[in-house]
């Protein structure tokens, strides 16, 4: 640990990991005040914007490279007028949802968190769905996370609860109905617990693709109001269609910085950080097939059938055909003997499935967790797999398959095709 003086109104970016503590002095974190005595930690690759409300000292773990003065003053956000927008639309009983839009780097998630930390000190009970399923800070790669924070905080990963949802993978447009999914779910779970539910989307605003999925999202929240923050119109063809009394436009919070190659290989050790921090208690589990009912999947979901050669068979409904595992490709002889009603065959070789990063639930398909695949092991008719999980695991009912793999040391190691098996 180390200590450095920040003089009043001086502007600090710590980018992660290690400990903050608050020797002497006020600081301002995400509008929210910091006190002698206050410590927390930093996550890895998570950066912090912090101003000295008065002269003051701390204390921190980071690396001295790390940590640099800022010439830029903290953004000013005009929240009178984004009130006054609240306070006129707003109604007792009903979840208020807002939108926050911005391109790359523009400052959403920062801006999520410093409106609910406003929020909250109106005692209304708030949730940031947060739905960047790459680079989050509540949610593990390749799923997308609800924040319910019970007080003020200074990054959203100190929010005392969040809620999952499994996408499987950190590519939005690969994953479109599964994170559209889950986007659905965590509004409903909001819609229970929240008064405010905040939407912080994704940078992609852009191009066919980008601007029918911005679309998509708009139309599945239908956003009571929808914040902009962008430096010029970059933002404008999305709202063209929305009344002035819903739109709140505010200059980006940061500069909108283009995509390099450095920018896309931080990002990967982001995401490999935080997997293996995730997976590095984990223990070798094994689940009866009998036991799990699978999603995005044929595996586990038809009638299994013996045929001649293979490791395991199912026929399929209707006209899907029949999915064959085996330890090589079929051969013309193996099928001499296999009925003629087979339909399509979907071949898959065994040990495909090894390194595959699937999500776990429970009965009532709540998110438990997240497992490595190991082996489907079909002389015992067991799936066994890595996971940090420590509840019985009786309780694991489904398993929902991804397309990211990683390796044994839970590092990234390419993609399936979704749907493969």
């Given at each position: 640990m180390r200590s450095f003086c920040l003089k009043k109104n001086e502007v600090f970016e710590f980018i992660g990991s290690?400990?903050?503590?608050?020797?002497?002095?006020?600081?301002?974190i995400s509008c929210s005040s910091f006190s002698a005595g206050k410590e927390f930690e930093l996550p890895s690759g998570k950066k912090l914007t912090v101003m000295a409300v008065e002269d003051s000292e701390v204390e921190t773990s980071i690396p001295e490279d790390c940590?640099?003065?800022?010439?830029?003053?903290?953004?000013?956000?005009?929240?009178?007028?984004?009130?006054?927008?609240?306070?006129?639309?707003?109604?007792?009983g009903k979840l208020f949802k807002i939108m926050v839009l911005g391109e790359s780097t523009s400052g959403k998630t920062w801006f999520s968190t410093i409106l609910a930390n406003k929020l909250l000190e109106r005692s209304l009970?708030?949730?940031?769905?947060?739905?960047?399923?790459?680079?989050?800070e509540i949610a593990l790669p390749g799923t997308m996370a609800l924040a319910i924070p019970d007080k003020t905080v200074s990054f959203l990963a100190q929010a005392k609860q969040s809620v999952m949802s499994f996408v499987g993978a950190h590519s939005f447009g690969s994953h479109l109905l599964p994170s559209l999914s889950a986007m659905a779910l965590l509004q409903r779970k909001a819609e229970n617990i929240s008064d405010v539910l905040i939407i912080d989307t994704t940078s992609w605003v852009h191009g066919d693709c980008g601007r029918a999925i911005k679309k998509a999202k708009m139309d599945i929240f239908n956003s009571d109001i929808y914040v902009l923050l962008q430096n010029g119109n970059e933002l404008e063809h999305l709202v063209k269609h929305l009344p002035a009394s819903r739109i709140f436009r505010n200059p980006a919070l940061r500069k909108n910085l283009p995509a390099?190659?450095?920018?896309?290989?931080?990002?990967?050790?982001f995401r490999e950080a935080r997997l293996v921090n995730y997976f590095k208690n984990s223990r070798v589990i094994e689940i009866p097939f009998?036991?799990?009912?699978?999603?995005?999947?044929?595996?586990?979901s038809g009638s299994h059938v013996n045929l001649d050669g293979s490791l395991w068979a199912e026929?399929?409904?209707?006209?899907?055909?029949?999915?064959?595992?085996?330890?090589?490709?079929?051969?013309?002889?193996?099928?001499?003997?296999?009925?003629?009603?087979?339909?399509?065959?979907?071949?898959?070789?065994?040990?495909?499935?090894?390194?595959?990063?699937?999500g776990l639930t429970d009965g009532d398909q709540n998110f438990l967790g997240l497992c490595r695949i190991e082996e489907f092991d079909f002389l015992k008719n067991i799936l066994r797999m890595k996971t940090p999980l420590a509840c019985d695991t009786k309780n694991i009912k489904g398993i929902q398959?991804?397309?990211?793999?990683?390796?044994?040391?839970?590092?990234?190691?390419?993609?399936?095709?979704?749907?493969?098996?």
């Open positions: 290690g400990k903050i503590s608050v020797k002497t002095g006020l600081l301002e940590v640099k003065k800022s010439e830029d003053k903290l953004p000013e956000i005009d929240f009178a007028a984004l009130f006054s927008k609240i306070d006129s639309l707003i109604k007792p009970k708030t949730s940031v769905l947060d739905c960047d399923i790459a680079q989050s390099t190659p450095q920018q896309q290989i931080e990002k990967r050790s009998s036991q799990l009912f699978s999603e995005r999947s044929y595996f586990l026929k399929l409904s209707g006209w899907e055909g029949t999915l064959v595992f085996t330890s090589g490709p079929i051969l013309p002889e193996m099928v001499k003997s296999w009925p003629k009603d087979l339909g399509r065959i979907i071949n898959v070789i065994a040990g495909e499935e090894k390194g595959l990063v699937a398959f991804g397309s990211l793999k990683i390796s044994e040391k839970y590092l990234e190691s390419g993609f399936i095709e979704p749907g493969r098996f």
